[in-house]
């Protein structure tokens, strides 16, 4: 098969026939149509994320694809199945704390590393190898357009913490880290929970405009000053009421001051979900105040990744047109021209872009 090759971080990566990947039980072969670049993929190939893979290593995480072959173990999945594949794989011997190394792209601590060994190329290849529970059958109508499908990779995140969040119909929703990607797919998804509003800030007024003007009234944009103050004040006022329930999607250079400024708006008895990077790659702590926390009784949930069930849920919500992916602007690119891909997705990672390989163009 061919495939994309991490070879080093910093350099650019290769493409190269590669031995095609074996499966044994409990495994599934996938034959990968289409697989989302996310826009910060050249910070991780560049080493500036530090993110735990080990080279050579075919990246990518998450795909679209058509199923080759399965073990004997599954038993609604067969070969030639329409599926996405998750890219989050959890150990299978801890049900209370299991490992977690998302394939092809990063994990956690040491028994994540171990997994990834195993677990260890993503969906940048023309074939890939999937744990059985990491597929999910798509309708048949994704096959229209194989590429748009590959958003999976951004909307499954935002679902999950919205879920993890208990967001309820007719709730308002604040998105801190609005006009970003996955910030931008929260509000999306929050929507098509059923949210009663959804408040974005934000620095980029196109960006905002752009969020104004695909839903309606529904969404109230705020463009952030930096003043805590001022912006914190401007939040409540766009909310109309009590904000119910707020998530955090910011990157790793993201301060901590803007999140405080976001979540601190929610209601007493609200929830806020953290799924962002920030600090991750140093800076100031959230630091979070203890009165309001306790006096509020502030519900505070970090969220990395999702459950299983987040996959069917948010596919239902594309295939019930709930999460419209129509408007969405899809730039597809062959495994050949993968750093062109990467280029490109780091400049545009605005709302509702997608740049995605097509390993059988």
């Known amino acids: 098969m061919k495939a994309v090759v991490l070879t080093a971080f910093g350099s650019p990566l290769t493409v190269r026939e590669a031995p095609d990947p ?8 996938v034959e990968v149509l289409a697989a989302c670049v996310l826009p910060y993929a050249a910070e991780v190939f560049g080493g500036e994320r530090n993110y735990p893979l080990e080279p050579p290593v075919v990246p990518g995480v998450g795909g679209v694809g058509r199923v080759v072959r399965t073990g004997p173990d599954a038993t609604a999945v067969r070969a030639g199945d329409l599926v996405w594949c998750d890219a989050t794989v959890r150990s299978r011997d801890d049900a209370l704390t299991p490992d977690i190394t998302l394939q092809g792209w990063s994990s956690r601590g040491p028994g994540g590393a171990r997994l990834a060994r195993h677990w260890h190329d993503g969906s940048f290849a023309e074939l890939m190898r999937v744990p059985t529970e990491n597929v999910y059958r798509l309708p048949a109508t994704a096959g229209d357009d194989l590429a748009r499908w590959a958003a999976l990779s951004v909307h499954t995140v935002p679902y999950s913490g919205l879920l993890a969040g208990g967001l309820a119909a007719g709730e308002t929703l604040l998105v801190s880290g609005a006009t970003g990607n996955f910030g931008s797919s929260a509000v999306a998804v929050g929507l098509a929970m059923g949210a009663g509003r959804v408040v974005a800030p934000g620095r980029n007024r196109a960006a905002l405009d752009v969020l104004a003007e695909r839903f309606g009234p529904r969404v109230r944009t705020v463009t952030l000053t930096g003043d805590a103050e001022r912006d914190h004040a401007a939040l409540l006022e766009a909310a109309g009421g009590p904000v119910d329930m707020a998530i955090d999607l910011l990157p790793p250079e993201a301060p901590a001051a803007v999140v405080r400024t976001a979540i601190t708006t929610v209601r007493e008895y609200g929830r806020v979900v953290l799924m962002g990077g920030v600090g991750m790659l140093g800076g100031d702590d959230l630091a979070l ?9 502030i519900t505070v949930r970090g969220q990395w990744m999702g459950p299983r069930s987040a ?6 919500l594309v295939a019930s047109g709930a999460l419209d992916l129509t408007p969405e602007r899809v730039a597809t690119f062959p495994l050949d021209e993968v750093n062109a891909a990467v280029a490109h997705a780091a400049s545009h990672g605005g709302p509702f872009d997608r740049t995605v390989l097509c390993p059988a163009a």
């Open 22 to 29: 074996g499966t044994d039980g409990g495994e599934v072969l």
């Open 289 to 297: 105040p203890y009165p309001w926390l306790m006096r509020n009784s």
């Open 311 to 316: 996959n069917t849920g948010i596919i239902r």
